[in-house]
């Protein structure tokens, strides 16, 4: 990801400590906004590592303290880190995601986490993942493409949000 | 005297809790129905003993002769069932303290095996091995369901004896009667469907798909029993007792009640009864003190308690059925094996 952040044409007559301090901040303050998602975590866990894009999340996210679940969502690959993703697009089935991702871990699911708070289409995130989701994920599944997609379905592990 | 005084004096008398689920007309009715169910068995269920931790009872199915047969402070129990021959108990044990989630339970904790009036309990395992266990025929082996697959695992030598692939099950496994099919909750089409499996082929038939649960069967191995909370309710909805054909032709209901969940369904071991709890809460209260264990003539389903004005539209032959009320608990079973209390 190029950061493009520059401070190109500033008036002459400002004096320099002063163009210092504001070129700091705006550094500062772009270097704060790019990220590309990539902590200990992301990097290590799961078989599988990518930078994907959130297309489309079909129905209603359920946010019912009662019930457990993994709601599938479609995702356009951008860059794939570890492991061998074959299609552009994936199809993620993320836990309980009406909860942000630091605090979602439970008693079901206890190694899974991120730093995504907020699940919108058009964010793209960078996911360590496993597949088939059935072989790590034991629990009630939403699925809105059933039937529709014959893909294998990814099981979300960490999901960290990308900036750009 | 009357009988109901005469009941209600034998009641207090020996501490039973028996309150019948429909007042006035149904006082008889209720009467009638815990003097036919008295002496048939034993109820074995979870509830909260007065160390405030979650243990294992056992009461007649009129609700006397109530007693805790774990008595266990540093513990907590919940999931009992009997073996078929009605002589051991199965059940989870928790660790102090442990919240008991409804959706949860079977993975979680150690698996315990006792005698059916509670002594001699076992450890079989560690910290949420054998998940969902559950007996076989014989007793003499238990199936589990796990993340790789379903395992039949030998009681004996604890060795895994066969595995299947659990095709999208993912809680609530029971084996049946005659051996011949597991029954679940699964991914099919959409979760929490309730689903059958045969054990030989690993084939699997959705049974009834939508908001559907906790299924266990019927003592013929033909038919399954399971809550199910409809569409088409006034918004949230309420879970109703439900029971089809294990080929999932012929779904029906058993007994709903609007302004309550029903869980906890099961069967005496001739069929002939229904047990289930009634919640004002949905899940059926195991992650506070359970709600109170009903039971019902099979004969008079379908069934609808309180005015259900909503329910009855939707079931206009329905029943007002005698329903006795007894203690709170959670996920009770059901043996007419004579060995189940010291007196």
Not at chain 1, 87 to 102: D, F, K, L, Q, S
Not at chain 2, 210 to 235: E, L, M
Not at chain 2, 291 to 299: G, K
């Amino acid at each position: 990801m190029k950061l493009i952040c520059r401070n190109a044409s500033m008036p002459y007559r400002m004096n320099l400590p002063l163009i210092a301090l504001l070129a700091l901040l705006l550094s500062a303050s772009c270097a704060k906004k790019a990220d590309t998602g990539a902590d200990a975590d992301v990097t290590t866990r799961g078989s599988i590592e990518v930078t994907a894009r959130l297309e489309e999340i079909r129905g209603d996210l359920i946010d019912d303290p009662m019930y457990d679940y993994a709601h599938v969502m479609k995702y356009k690959v951008l860059q794939v880190h570890r492991g061998q993703v074959d299609t552009e697009t994936i199809y993620v089935g993320h836990y309980n995601p009406a909860e942000p991702r630091a605090g979602v871990a439970d008693a079901r699911v206890q190694e899974i986490g991120g730093n995504v708070r907020q699940f919108r289409v058009g964010d793209t995130h960078r996911m360590a993942l496993e597949v088939p989701i059935d072989d790590h994920y034991m629990g009630g599944i939403i699925n809105k493409y059933f039937g529709e997609v014959d893909d294998p379905i990814y099981w979300a592990v960490w999901t960290n949000r990308v900036t750009q | 005297m009357s009988t109901k005084r005469m009941l209600l004096l034998v009641a207090l008398a020996t501490g039973i809790i028996l309150v019948p689920a429909v007042s006035g007309a149904q006082d008889e009715g209720a009467a009638q129905l815990a003097k036919e169910v008295g002496g048939k068995g034993w109820i074995g269920y979870a509830a909260r003993g007065e160390n405030g931790t979650w243990d294992l009872f056992l009461m007649r199915p009129d609700g006397s002769q109530r007693r805790n047969i774990t008595n266990t402070p540093d513990y907590e129990e919940g999931g009992p069932r009997f073996s078929p021959d009605g002589q051991r108990l199965l059940y989870r044990r928790f660790p102090k303290g442990t919240v008991i989630h409804h959706d949860r339970w079977g993975f979680q904790g150690d698996l315990m095996i006792a005698r059916a009036d509670g002594s001699e309990p076992k450890q079989i395992g560690g910290d949420r091995e054998y998940p969902w266990a559950s007996w076989s025929p014989d007793g003499k082996q238990i199936a589990c369901l796990t993340m790789k697959g379903i395992q039949i695992v030998d009681l004996e030598t604890k060795k895994v004896v066969r595995e299947l692939p659990r095709k999208g099950i993912y809680q609530q496994l029971f084996w049946s009667p005659d051996g011949q099919w597991f029954c679940g909750v699964a991914n099919a089409r959409i979760m929490w469907t309730v689903v059958r499996m045969n054990v030989e082929t690993g084939e699997l038939n959705i049974v009834h798909e939508f908001q559907s649960c906790t299924p266990d069967w019927f003592g013929d191995s033909k038919h399954i029993i399971y809550p199910c909370r409809p569409a088409g309710q006034n918004g949230y909805g309420f879970t109703q007792l439900w029971m089809s054909d294990g080929g999932g032709k012929e779904a029906r209901m058993i007994y709903g009640e609007d302004g309550f969940h029903i869980y906890g369904g099961a069967l005496s071991p001739d069929d002939r009864y229904v047990l289930f709890t009634r919640c004002g809460a949905d899940g059926g209260g195991s992650e506070d003190s359970g709600a109170p264990i009903c039971v019902m003539r099979m004969s008079d389903a379908p069934a609808i308690a309180g005015p259900s004005p909503a329910l009855r539209k939707v079931h206009p032959d329905a029943k007002d059925a005698p329903v006795l009320q007894l203690a709170d608990g959670w996920e009770p079973c059901w043996t007419y094996a004579e060995t189940g209390a010291k007196e």
